[in-house]
């Protein structure tokens, strides 16, 4: 009778482990497809920002975790919605990734159709259940390289930092707002070590296009006239310009390295001036979210909502060596370096750093580390009461 | 203009896509990619299923319309390459009606009403220069593109902005946008408004007096002119219907196009479709029929090319190669007639250009 019992409890226990094996969440996961898809927008491959590093990140995850990848690019913009939709009708994907927010209105529409098909868009919000949101903090990467700007300025003796940025909308307060927060800790910062306030001040410019060059020029010209030391290039392909512009002054003195220097942004662009006009750059890293979103995938822990990628998560960065080599790969793809510029790049960018001080790359550092054990938090803006609040927090004017 | 029996003509477009294919087949081997794979997914994608057959409408859309304007230029003895920058506008004045708030049905119609004027309007210069000044359509047209393109590019960054999303244009408001025809797919009831006019322009070229007064000016300009047939009415006829089907396009690309019923600033969405058309045209040999199939087949050839590759990974830049090396074959038969037809009118063109600046008068 007892033997009985026993085996009936024995089969019993059995019984439940098995059940619970079944029924417990997470362990009986779906198998894995095997391939992720990029889908970029009309940039395509060798646009030296974005879709590069999409490719890159994503290229790399697949191979860290045996996957394929199927880059889809697009001729028009009109192709972005067929592209997302015949990935998700195909259904041999474990994850499609949408590089960039020109993607955002393909995704949202998508993604209702297909709701058990995963996505993950960069740079934009899609709110379903199905798609991970990545966007990144600009105002703490913003605030590295403000501090470092503003030091910097200091250091060689210009009263001004600059800050050329596109269109007034929401996502470039985040830029400004830590921008401003960055110069005024360089400034305590310049005041600790050397005891005097050099209350560096800041130039700012709205030219109102993404597009239009010409106008990043002669903004940075009139910043430049002003003597501002350092110019943030916050409008993308106005970069361009704002180097322009740095170039023409710096060889006008007779010259060939900065200061002024340009601030890069998204993208690693140390490579361009040959090395030695663009000190640093605020990168947004979507090689790293392309990486955790497949990632997330492959472990089981994909979520569908927003993820918001700060300095913690390497989301976003201040450049530095390796990117500078990884760039430096793209514009040879592209055809805006060869091979051999190389070397003279890397030594040119190399000189350029050692000439600023290390107590200021040490405070930066020391910056990052802070913002990072949320011991500083960085303000920030999304509309524009919030962005004049932080103006007038931080007036920075001379 | 040869009069070949339409099975002639049927007979060498086949032959033509035969070559076409089998050059892109050749091409994509040499570069150690699998034709066959390839051309099945090309296929498939293309036709192979509802929605592939729906996408390959959608995209033949506004290609049927900028076709048309190719075409009637070209049965008047007018090289009418305008139609891209034509589209633009056509495009930008249906947003503009988006602006204000007027009752669904009414914006509806002034949305279509504005993208047609601003083609014609567009198109008009390039009438009257040719007109008083001999100039040749060949340059203004590509100069009027140039200043659409700017002119866009401004209205675009400054008048139509989306305040809250600066990459684009306010979006078509939704009930002034074509339904979809085919939900989950990109096709519009805009289809329709493409085959209607290419009806339209068959019956005007073939069934009216205007019709053939432009057809006889193509086919024999010194004999029509003797004629009697007014050789400027001609043109400005020629022009401003190019015009009008040109602005179309554009109208009925933006409000039936998802998702986004808007224009990117750049225009990514909309750049090449004029001259896309060109090429339809030459496929479709300049006929409103023919043009009809050539643009569905030229849309069956983007939206395939989409599928090769998504399942046969061959990459957007070879695709494009496949794409080119077929149309090119195709417009072979074509392009004949047309370079002979250049050389009637004494190209380079340089040359007319500059009579016309010396005040020699014109032709």
Request: one cysteine or more.
């Amino acid at each position: 009778m007892k033997q009985i019992a026993s085996v009936m409890v024995a089969i019993f226990t059995v019984a439940l482990l098995v059940v619970g094996l079944v029924m417990t969440p997470g362990t009986a996961q779906a198998a894995l497809k095997g391939k992720v898809a990029l889908v970029v927008d009309v940039g395509g491959r060798g646009d030296l920002s974005f879709n590069d590093m999409g490719y890159k990140g994503t290229d790399k995850a697949a191979a860290d975790f045996g996957l394929k990848m199927v880059d889809i690019q697009s001729v028009s913009a009109a192709d972005y919605l067929p592209n997302v939709r015949n990935a998700a009708r195909s259904q041999s994907f474990d994850l499609i990734i949408a590089v960039g927010f020109l993607l955002t209105d393909a995704v949202a529409t998508v993604a209702k159709e297909y709701p058990d098909q995963k996505f993950m868009i960069i740079d934009s919000v899609v709110d379903a259940p199905n798609v991970m949101s990545i966007v990144f903090k600009e105002n703490e990467g913003s605030a590295l390289v403000g501090a470092l700007a503003a030091m910097v300025a200091a250091h060689y003796g210009y009263p001004y930092v600059g800050a050329v940025l596109g269109i007034e909308i929401p996502v470039l307060f985040h830029f400004e707002a830590g921008y401003r927060f960055g110069i005024d800790w360089g400034n305590k910062a310049y005041a600790r070590k050397k005891g005097t306030n050099p209350s560096t001040g800041l130039l700012y410019t709205y030219t109102g296009t993404f597009s239009d060059i010409a106008k990043g020029k002669a903004a940075t010209q009139a910043m430049l006239a002003q003597r501002a030391g350092l110019i943030y290039n916050v409008a993308g392909p106005l970069g361009i310009g704002d180097l322009q512009a740095i170039t023409e002054a710096i060889k006008a003195k007779g010259k060939e390295a900065g200061p002024p220097f340009m601030i890069g942004v998204d993208a690693n662009q140390d490579w361009m001036g040959d090395g030695h006009r663009v000190l640093a750059s605020m990168l947004k890293r979507v090689d790293n979210a392309c990486y955790n979103a497949t990632e997330a995938v492959v472990k089981g822990t994909f979520k569908g909502g927003l993820t918001v990628m700060g300095l913690d998560v390497k989301g976003v960065a201040m450049s530095n060596y390796p990117e500078l080599l990884t760039f430096m790969e793209f514009g040879i793809g592209a055809g805006k370096i060869t091979k051999q510029d190389k070397a003279n790049i890397v030594s040119n960018w190399k000189n350029m750093r050692e000439q600023v001080p290390s107590w200021i790359w040490n405070a930066v550092a020391d910056l990052e580390k802070q913002i990072i054990s949320k011991k500083i938090s960085v303000p920030n803006a999304n509309t524009l009461e919030e962005m004049k609040a932080v103006r007038t927090k931080y007036p920075l004017t001379k | 203009m040869r009069f070949s029996g339409r099975t002639d003509e049927l007979k060498k477009t086949v032959i033509a896509a035969v070559f076409g294919f089998a050059v892109g087949a050749l091409t994509m081997m040499v570069y150690g990619y699998d034709p066959i794979s390839a051309y099945i997914a090309l296929f498939n994608g293309a036709f192979g299923d509802p929605y592939g057959l729906s996408e390959s409408l959608a995209n033949a859309t506004p290609f049927i319309l900028t076709a048309l304007t190719f075409a009637i230029g070209f049965r008047g003895g007018m090289f009418n390459i305008g139609a891209e920058g034509q589209l633009y506008l056509g495009a930008l004045a249906a947003v503009t009606v988006s602006l204000f708030r007027f009752p669904s049905g009414i914006s509806f119609a002034l949305s279509i009403i504005f993208a047609v004027l601003a083609g014609a309007a567009w198109s008009l210069p390039v009438a009257v220069l040719k007109a008083a000044r001999g100039v040749h359509e060949v340059i203004s047209t590509i100069m009027l593109n140039w200043i659409s393109r700017f002119l866009s590019f401004y209205l675009i960054a400054k008048i139509l902005v989306d305040p809250l999303r600066a990459e684009k244009t306010i979006s078509i408001a939704e009930s002034v946008r074509f339904p979809l025809l085919v939900s989950g797919t990109s096709l519009s009831y805009g289809i329709f408004v493409s085959l209607f006019a290419a009806i339209i322009i068959y019956l005007f070229l073939w069934r009216t007096v205007s019709g053939f007064d432009i057809r006889a000016m193509g086919f024999n300009p010194v004999a029509a002119t003797y004629a009697g047939i007014d050789k400027w009415k001609i043109t400005l006829i020629v022009f401003i219907t190019g015009g009008f089907t040109a602005g179309l396009a554009g109208a009925v690309h933006v409000m039936g196009r998802p998702p986004t019923y808007a224009i990117y600033s750049g225009m990514p969405s909309i750049q090449g479709l004029g001259f896309e058309g060109l090429a339809v045209a030459m496929i479709g040999r300049n006929h409103p029929i023919g043009i009809i199939f050539a643009a569905i087949f030229f849309g069956g050839l983007l939206a395939g090319g989409r599928m090769m590759q998504l399942s046969s990974q061959v990459p957007l830049e070879m695709v494009r190669v496949v794409e080119g090396i077929v149309v090119l074959f195709l417009a072979i038969p074509e392009l004949i007639q047309v370079f002979s037809f250049l050389r009637e009118i004494r190209i380079p063109f340089i040359f007319q250009f500059k009579r016309s600046q010396n005040k020699h008068g014109r032709r």
